[in-house]
Structures are given as structure tokens and as C-alpha cells.
């Protein structure tokens, strides 16, 4: 029933202002489950994308994982089912909204000494920087900061993975436009076997140099999924990237 209960307010069947929060199952263990609260229609919107829609096929990941990244974890529906699919992996995932942050901390099956969750924005480069927007469709400044943004924990994505390097890692990187300046700084440093989920989110639709960039690094990319907001010139697409 919390499917079907889902799948009515997506479909504006159901409004969900005073629905409250319901707990979803992903799996069949006491923790395999995620909080949905009815009343945000962001929460509504990537529980559609994630574990409706199904943009990040984890079944087509060649390998069972040591260590999942997740880069922009919003609130932890990917991390929830990645730790159904690769519940012995070791789980670190980043997300610099608070409000999002706190939702994250609340997933049950995010709990455990092997998943450590942390409220910062990855970067490429420690320090501070600004971010603005819900979490998704927000945007992260490392310069002048936006009327509405507040400050986040900003950090230097490659000085941590030469620290934590590890082969049979996944990758999921949604960082909202940020990923122009991480990919280039992080090439050649990935390690066979490696999956990424990389969404991007160029201006009409202009991300081929991304690509190309993970491309030369020896990632055979499948493009999964393309779709754009009303009003929005950018284009966003969703690729799974495997280095075997």
C-alpha cells in the first residue's frame, strides 16, 4: 500500500499537504525502507526519478562494490537502495542542503558503522562555499554567494579519494552543474572496476566535453536518460559510465 499511496500523489491523485510521512519497503529486512513525506513535492519528485523510475539501474553494475560514493545523496533514496543491492559495501555519501541532510540522517537503512554520511558539498577544494535552492535544482557557489544561499562545508573531493582509493568502487555523482569542475580534477585517478551514475546539467544540452573526459579515462558511457524542466534551459542527462 505505501507504493500505491506513492504512485496516487505523484500522479496529483492524491494531495499530499497533510499526508505526513510514510515508510516505503525496498527490501525485505526490518531496515530495507525509506521515509516519503507526502507533503514535499521534491521528496514526491526523486522518489519518482529514483525508485520509480528507476534512473540508476543497479542491476547493470558489473561488479559488487567494496565502497559506494555518493555525491549529492539529496535524501539518501540512491545510498537506501544501494545498501539493499551491496549491503556489505561501505557507504559515504555527501549532501550540503540541511533540510536535505537531516531527512538523509533519518533513513533507516542508512544506519551502521559502515556508512558515514556528512553534511558538505564535494568540491575541488576544501573551504567554504554557498548553496542556494531546495537540494534539487539547487546550485552550489564557491563565489559570491546567491540572496538565499547559505554557507557549506566545501570539500576537495580528490584529496579524499587518494586517501580512500580502492578498486570495485561505485560512483553516483548529482551535483547539480558542480560536476564541470570535479570530473576533469579526478581524471586518472579512477581504478578498475569502477560504475559511475553521472547526471549532467548543461546549457542546452552542451555536456559532450564531460563525456569525453571519462570517455578518455577508459569508461564505456551509456546515456539512460534525458528530460528537462518547463522553463529551464538546461538539459539533464543520466549516464552510467563502466570501467572494467
Request: proline share 5%.
Amino acid at each position: 500500500w505505501p507504493w500505491l499511496l506513492a504512485g496516487l500523489v505523484q500522479t496529483r491523485m492524491l494531495k499530499g499537504e497533510k499526508a505526513g510521512r510514510i515508510l516505503v519497503p525496498l527490501g525485505k529486512r526490518e531496515k530495507q525502507k525509506v521515509w516519503l513525506d507526502l507533503g514535499s513535492a521534491q521528496q514526491r519528485d526523486v522518489f519518482q526519478e529514483v525508485l520509480v523510475e528507476r534512473n540508476y539501474p543497479l542491476e547493470r553494475v558489473p561488479f559488487s562494490p567494496a565502497l559506494i560514493v555518493d555525491c549529492g545523496a539529496n535524501v539518501g533514496y540512491f545510498s537506501s537502495l544501494a545498501r539493499v543491492w551491496f549491503p556489505e559495501a561501505r557507504l559515504v555519501a555527501w549532501e550540503a542542503n540541511e533540510e536535505n541532510f537531516t531527512n538523509l540522517k533519518s533513513q533507516p537503512g542508512l544506519q551502521g558503522d559502515k556508512v558515514e554520511l556528512r553534511h558538505a558539498a564535494v568540491s575541488d577544494r576544501d573551504g567554504e562555499g554557498y548553496f542556494s535552492g531546495e537540494g534539487a535544482g539547487g546550485r552550489l557557489e564557491v563565489g559570491r554567494p546567491a540572496a538565499d544561499a547559505k554557507p557549506v562545508k566545501l570539500v576537495d573531493l580528490l584529496a579524499w579519494w587518494e586517501k580512500n582509493q580502492t578498486s570495485e568502487t561505485l560512483w553516483k555523482i548529482d551535483v547539480e552543474g558542480h560536476e564541470r569542475n570535479l570530473l576533469p580534477r579526478l581524471k586518472g585517478s579512477w581504478l578498475r572496476p569502477c560504475a559511475i551514475f553521472l547526471e549532467t546539467h548543461e546549457i542546452n544540452g552542451k555536456d559532450k566535453a564531460l563525456i569525453d573526459v571519462i570517455q578518455k579515462d577508459g569508461f564505456k558511457s551509456t546515456l539512460t536518460k534525458e528530460h528537462q524542466l518547463p522553463g529551464d534551459p538546461r538539459i539533464f542527462r543520466e549516464y552510467l559510465g563502466i570501467k572494467e
